[in-house]
């Protein structure tokens, strides 16, 4: 690849990588809408589906990143029993 082709590289990973991101947040929006949540609760639930099992409110915060007092929120919207 000659150096003049290269230089557009930059601006059009820019053009691309924005174009990506609208699309996964427009593909996550799409069933968190028809669940009715946020697509972060979506994401976040996600995480928690490939534990297999139970999982401590320590945990949450741990696989998503959140405080431990976001994750117990979290948990008490979805938790069982």
Do not use: K
Request: with cysteine.
């Amino acid at each position: 690849m000659a150096g003049g082709a290269r230089a557009g590289l930059p601006a059009e990973l820019g053009v691309v990588s924005r174009r990506y991101v609208a699309a996964y947040a427009l593909f996550h929006q799409a069933p968190a809408d028809h669940l009715g949540l946020h697509p972060t609760d979506v994401q976040c639930l996600n995480l928690l589906t490939l534990e297999g099992g139970p999982v401590t409110t320590g945990r949450v915060a741990e696989l998503t990143g959140l405080t431990t007092g976001s994750a117990t929120r979290l948990r008490a919207g979805f938790a069982e029993g």
